[in-house]
C-alpha cells in the first residue's frame, strides 16, 4: 500500500480554482519533488495536505485512512510534517526549544507535573532534551542550541524548520523549497542532509523547489504544476526534457 | 568542534539554567522586599497611609502576573482581566459571609474561599475562552471588554439573600421574598457588606509566591513551550500538533483563576465591596495591562516591579495632589513613546551598536 | 406608543455613537489602531460649548463652531505628538499610549473644571413636536440630533468615494506603502483623519449633552467605549459598519432600558456584540481577512 494516496484534490478560492485535479501516490521511503512557475499552486497543495485549507474536492489518505477535513494539528499526529516557505519559527524560543515543541506530542507529561515539578517532569524533561540535541546534532545546530532562533542565521533556521518537523515523528515530511536563499555550497549540503534524514529516520519526503540542481540531485520523480493543474509526471530527467515543462518555465 | 560542544546543555547539565536563575533572582527580589516591608510595619516604621497600600499592592501584582499569562505568554489581548477578579472578589465574599457562624477556623474559611474563588472565576474564564477561539486581536479585545462589563453590570443588579427555604435570587429587589428571619447577603448596587478582614500582608505575599511558583513553573514546562509557540506562530504550532483550542482555553481558565484569588484578597481587605468602574471596570483592567506593557510582555520580574511602582505612584505622589494623575499620565506617554517610538529606537539601536560592535566582531566566527 | 418613543430616541442616542464610531472607524482602518482617547475628545468639545456659552456668552452656533475647531486642532495635535512617534511600533504600545493621551485628557479637564457634573445647556433651541394629541413627543434633540447625522454621514460618505483627499484616505487604509509609491502624503491623510473624526467627536460631544446634560471629565469615557463597541459591531474599519452598528447599539439599549431593564442595558448591549461576533467574527459588514500561509 502507498504512503501517501491524493485523488483529485482541487480547491476553489471565490471562483478561481487554485488547484485542479490533483493526483499523486508516494510509496514509502520515496524522495518526490513537486515543481512549476511561481503562483502554480505548490504551497496550497501542501496546505491542502496539512488541513492550513480544506479542500473543495477530492480526497487524501496517509497509510490508508483518510485525512480530508481533519485539524492541522490531527494530520501532524497521523504522520505528515512540514516546513514553510516564508520561514515560522518560533522567534521568541531557544533552538533547543523550537525542537522540543516538535517533540510535544512524543514525550509526555502533564501540565500538573509541570507546574509541581513531579518526577515525571524532570525524567521527561531529560529525555527530550537529549532527543532534541540529538536531532539538532544531525543539521549542525547543537552548538546553536540555547540560541534564540530569531538570531540564527538564514540557512540555519531553514535547517532548524526541518528539525522541528522531524521531531514531530512523522512519516511523510512536507519541505517548502528547503534551499530558498541558499548558495550552491549550502544546497549540496543540504542535499546531503535531506538524503540523510530519509535514510536515517525512514521518511518519505515530498519537496516543492525552484532550485533544479536540487531538484535533479535528490528527486526520484516528479510533478509539475502550471496554473493550479498538472502539466507533466514522472522520472525527473525525463521530465524536466519536457517541451511542454520548458515552456511554462521559460514562457512562449 | 569538541570543544565548542562544551557549551551545549547536555554537557554543561550540572550548573543552573538560565531560566532557573532568573526566576530564582525573582523570588529573591520578592522575599526581599517582603522582609523589608513587614519588619518596617512590624516595627512601626511605616505610615498608616503606607501600609494601607500593602495589601492593594499585592493584589495588582498578582493581576498583573496572571495577566501577562494572557498577554505576554499566550500572546492575546485582554481587556477584561478586571471582570475575573470582580468574580473571584464576590464568590469570595459571599462565601465567607455566609459561613462566618459556621466556619468559626477564619484561616479554614479564607482557604476555601480562595478554592471557591478561584473555581467560579476559572468557570467565567472558560466561558470567555469560547469566543477567543474564534476571534482575533483587536476584535477579541473587545470582547473581552465587553465581558468584563456584563460581569459588572450584572453583579451590580443581582441580589441573593438566603433564609430557612434556601437562597432567593432575583434582579429585582421588591420580589426577594426572603423571610424575616433571613440574611440578604448581595445587595444590588450595595454589594457585600461586613466581609471579614482576613486579609492582610502576610496572606498577599503568600498568595504572590504561589502565583509566581505557578506561572514561572509552568511558562518553563511542557505546557509553556507549547503556548509560547502559539504566540509565536499560530500556524507553525498547529503543524507540529499543537491543540490551539486546549492550550488557549488553559491559559485562560488559569489566569482567571489567579485573578479570582486576588479578587478575594481584594475583598477581604475591605468592609463593603462594591463593584464600580474604577475596581472591576474596564478602567481596571486597562490599568494592569499598563502594569503588563510596562513590565514587558513575558517578563514575570518585570511585571511584578512595575505594578508595585505604578500602584505606589499615585499615591506617593500625593504630594502633588491634584497634579498626581496628570504627572502620571505624561509619564506613561512619554515612557511609551522612548520605549517604542522610531526616533528613540534608532537612537538606542546605534548606541548599543557602537557598544557591542566589538563582542558581535568576536561572534561572526561561529555563524 | 411608548414602542416608537422608544425606538426613536433610540436612534438619536445612536446617530450619535455612529458619529463618535465614526471617528473610531476611519482611524483604525487608516492606522490600525484603537484610539482609545478619542472618547475624551468629545467630552474636550463639550466643555469647550460650556466654557464659551455660560462664561462668555456667545451665540450656540459660535460655540459649536469654535469647539469643532479646537477638537480638531487638538486630534491633529495628539497625532502629531503621541501616535506619529509610533508609526512603527506594535499595536499594543500604541494602545497603552492612547490609553495614556486619555488619561491625560480626563486630567486636563479635572484640573480645569473640577470633578463636579455640570450641567449643559442644549445647544438647540426648537421646540418639541408631539403626536397622536400629546402620546408622542419628540424633543428637539432628537430631531436636531437625526438631522445632523444623516447630513454627515452622506456628506462623509460623498467626501471619502469622490474626493481626492477621500480616495487618498481609502488607499492608505488599503496599503502605506502603496499609497505611498503612488505619491499621496501619507502623513497628513492621516492627519487628515484624525481632523476629521475629531471634528465629528465635537458635533457628537455637542448633541450628546444636549440631550443627556450631564457634564464631568468622565463624560466621554463610556459612550467611547459604546461607540467603540459600535465600531466593532459593524466591522471595524468600515465607514457603513459605524454608521449601521451605532444605530443598532442605541436602538438595542433604549428598548431593553425601556422594556427589560435600566440596570442591565449595558450588560445587554455588550451580550449583542459577543453574540454577533461569534457569529460574524469580524462583524456585520467587516471583510474577511485570511492569513497567508
New interface residues.
Given amino acids: 500500500m502507498a504512503l501517501l494516496e491524493v485523488k483529485n484534490l482541487g480547491i476553489t478560492f471565490g471562483g478561481l480554482k487554485a488547484v485542479d485535479n490533483f493526483n499523486l501516490t508516494l510509496e514509502k521511503g520515496a524522495l518526490y519533488g513537486l515543481i512549476g512557475p511561481n503562483g502554480a499552486g505548490k ?1 496550497t497543495v501542501f ?1 491542502l495536505l ?1 488541513g ?1 485549507y480544506k479542500p473543495t474536492s477530492g480526497t487524501f489518505m496517509l497509510d490508508g485512512k483518510e485525512m480530508k477535513g481533519k ?3 490531527e494530520i ?2 497521523a504522520g505528515i ?2 516546513t ?1 516557505q516564508n520561514i ?6 531557544s533552538v ?2 523550537n525542537v ?3 517533540l ?2 512524543q ?3 502533564s ?1 500538573v507535573a ?4 513531579l518526577p515525571g ?1 524532570f525524567k ?2 531529560k529525555k ?3 532527543k532534541a ?1 540529538e536531532l539538532l546534532k544531525v543539521f549542525g545546530l ?5 540560541t534564540l532562533a530569531s538570531n540564527l ?1 538564514y540557512g540555519k533556521q531553514r535547517k532548524l524548520e526541518i528539525a ?2 522531524i ?2 515523528n512523522p512519516k511523510l515530511l512536507l519541505l517548502d523549497e528547503p534551499a530558498a536563499g541558499m548558495n550552491p555550497n549550502e544546497t549540496n549540503e543540504l542535499m546531503e542532509t535531506i538524503r540523510f534524514v530519509r535514510d536515517h529516520f525512514d521518511l518519505t519526503v515530498l519537496v516543492i523547489e525552484h532550485d533544479m540542481s536540487l531538484v535533479s540531485g535528490i528527486c526520484e520523480e516528479i510533478t509539475v504544476l502550471n496554473f493550479g493543474t498538472e502539466l507533466a509526471k514522472g522520472k525527473t530527467d525525463e521530465v524536466l526534457k519536457n517541451p511542454e515543462v520548458v515552456k511554462a518555465y521559460l514562457g512562449q | 568542534m569538541a570543544n ?2 562544551n ?4 554537557v554543561k547539565k550540572k550548573t543552573m539554567r ?1 531560566v532557573t536563575k532568573q526566576n530564582l533572582i525573582t523570588y529573591v527580589m520578592v522575599i526581599a522586599v517582603f522582609t523589608l516591608f513587614q519588619t518596617l510595619s512590624a516595627t512601626g516604621n511605616l505610615k498608616y497611609a503606607h501600609k494601607a497600600l500593602l495589601v492593594p499592592v499585592c493584589t495588582s501584582i498578582i493581576m498583573a502576573v496572571s495577566l501577562n499569562l494572557v498577554v505576554g505568554v499566550l500572546g492575546e489581548l485582554s481587556l477584561g482581566h478586571a471582570g475575573f477578579m470582580c468574580v473571584g472578589a464576590y464568590a469570595g465574599s459571599f462565601f465567607s459571609v455566609l459561613t462566618e457562624d459556621v466556619i468559626t477556623v477564619s484561616w479554614l474559611r479564607f482557604i476555601l474561599a480562595f478554592v471557591i474563588a478561584a473555581v467560579c472565576a476559572s468557570v467565567a474564564g472558560i466561558l470567555i475562552g469560547i469566543p477567543v477561539l474564534r476571534l482575533k486581536g483587536d476584535y477579541l479585545a473587545i470582547v473581552t471588554l465587553a465581558f468584563g462589563e456584563i460581569i459588572k453590570t450584572i453583579v451590580n443588579a443581582l441580589y441573593i439573600g438566603k433564609d430557612a427555604d434556601g437562597f432567593h435570587v432575583t434582579l429585582d429587589s421588591t420580589k426577594l421574598n426572603i423571610a424575616a428571619d433571613g440574611q440578604i447577603i448581595l445587595k444590588g448596587p450595595q454589594g457585600i457588606t461586613g466581609t471579614p478582614k482576613d486579609s492582610n500582608f502576610v496572606v498577599g505575599f503568600i498568595l504572590i509566591m504561589i502565583t509566581l ?2 506561572v514561572t ?2 511558562m518553563d ?6 503556548i ?2 502559539i ?3 499560530r ?10 483550542t486546549k492550550y488557549k482555553l ?1 491559559v485562560f481558565t488559569i489566569s482567571a483563576a489567579l485573578a479570582g484569588c486576588a479578587g478575594v484578597l481584594y475583598s477581604h481587605n475591605i468592609s463593603t465591596l462594591t463593584a464600580t468602574t474604577s475596581n472591576f471596570g474596564y478602567n481596571m483592567s486597562i490599568l494592569v495591562l499598563v502594569y503588563v506593557v510596562l513590565g514587558g510582555l ?1 517578563n514575570i520580574r518585570g511585571s511584578i516591579i512595575s505594578a508595585t511602582i505604578l500602584y505606589a505612584l499615585p499615591e506617593l505622589l500625593r504630594g502633588f495632589s491634584e497634579y498626581r494623575m496628570l504627572i502620571y499620565a505624561i509619564i506613561l506617554i512619554v515612557m511609551m513613546i522612548v520605549n517604542n517610538g522610531t526616533y528613540f529606537v534608532k537612537i538606542k539601536e546605534k548606541i548599543f551598536y557602537n557598544f557591542s560592535s566589538k563582542i558581535k566582531k568576536d561572534k561572526k566566527e ?2 | 406608543m411608548k414602542f416608537l418613543s422608544q425606538l426613536i430616541s433610540g436612534i438619536s442616542l445612536g446617530s450619535i455613537y455612529s458619529l463618535i464610531a465614526l471617528g473610531y472607524t476611519m482611524v483604525y482602518g487608516i492606522a490600525k489602531m484603537l484610539n482609545f482617547a478619542h472618547g475624551d475628545v468629545i467630552m474636550i468639545g463639550a466643555f469647550v460649548i460650556y466654557t464659551l456659552c455660560v462664561t462668555a456668552g456667545l451665540p450656540t452656533i459660535i460655540c459649536v463652531l469654535i469647539a469643532i475647531v479646537f477638537c480638531t486642532l487638538l486630534g491633529v495635535t495628539i497625532e502629531r505628538f503621541a501616535y506619529k512617534p509610533l508609526r512603527q511600533a506594535t499595536s499594543l504600545a500604541v494602545l497603552i499610549t492612547a490609553i495614556g493621551v486619555s488619561y491625560l485628557l480626563q486630567n486636563v479637564a479635572l484640573l480645569i473644571f473640577g470633578s463636579d457634573t455640570k450641567s449643559f445647556t442644549s445647544v438647540v433651541t426648537i421646540d418639541p413636536i408631539s403626536f397622536a394629541g400629546g402620546e408622542l413627543v419628540i424633543s428637539g434633540e432628537t430631531i436636531v440630533t437625526i438631522i445632523v447625522s444623516v447630513i454627515i454621514m452622506i456628506a462623509l460618505v460623498i467626501f471619502v468615494n469622490k474626493s481626492k483627499p477621500g480616495k487618498a484616505m481609502l488607499a492608505v487604509s488599503e496599503d502605506k506603502g502603496a499609497a505611498q509609491l503612488m505619491g499621496i502624503n501619507v502623513n497628513g491623510t492621516i492627519a487628515l483623519t484624525f481632523a476629521i473624526g475629531s471634528a465629528l467627536a465635537a458635533i457628537a460631544g455637542a448633541l450628546l449633552c444636549s440631550t443627556y446634560p450631564a457634564l464631568s471629565p468622565y463624560t466621554g469615557a463610556m459612550p467611547g467605549i459604546k461607540a467603540f463597541v459600535a465600531a466593532v459591531l459593524g466591522g471595524i474599519g468600515s465607514i457603513p459598519g459605524a454608521m449601521i452598528g451605532g444605530i443598532v447599539l442605541g436602538v438595542i439599549e433604549n428598548l431593553s432600558k425601556g422594556y427589560i431593564s435600566s440596570q442591565l442595558s449595558d450588560a445587554i448591549v455588550f451580550a449583542v456584540l459577543i453574540v454577533v461576533l461569534l457569529v460574524r467574527p469580524t462583524g456585520i459588514m467587516g471583510k474577511k481577512i485570511n492569513e497567508k ?1
Avoid at chain 1, 515560522?88 to 524560543?93: A, D, P, T, V, Y
Avoid at chain 2, 557549551?7 to 547536555?10: A, E, T, V
Fill in positions: 504551497t496546505n496539512t492550513v485539524k492541522p494539528a501532524n499526529k510534517a512540514r514553510f515560522r519559527l518560533f522567534k521568541n524560543l533547543l526549544d522540543k515543541v516538535g510535544h506530542n514525550m509526555k507529561y501540565t509541570g507546574i509541581f515539578r517532569f521527561t524533561e527530550m532534551t537529549e540535541l547543537d552548538e546553536h542550541a540555547d542565521p522541528r518537523a521531531a514531530t | 565548542k560542544s557549551n551545549s546543555p547536555l538560565p511558583f505557578i513553573n509552568l514546562s511542557r505546557t509553556g513551550r507549547a509560547m509557540s504566540r509565536d506562530n500556524i507553525a504550532a498547529e503543524s507540529v500538533g499543537i491543540d490551539i488553559m513575558g561561529v555563524i | 500561509v
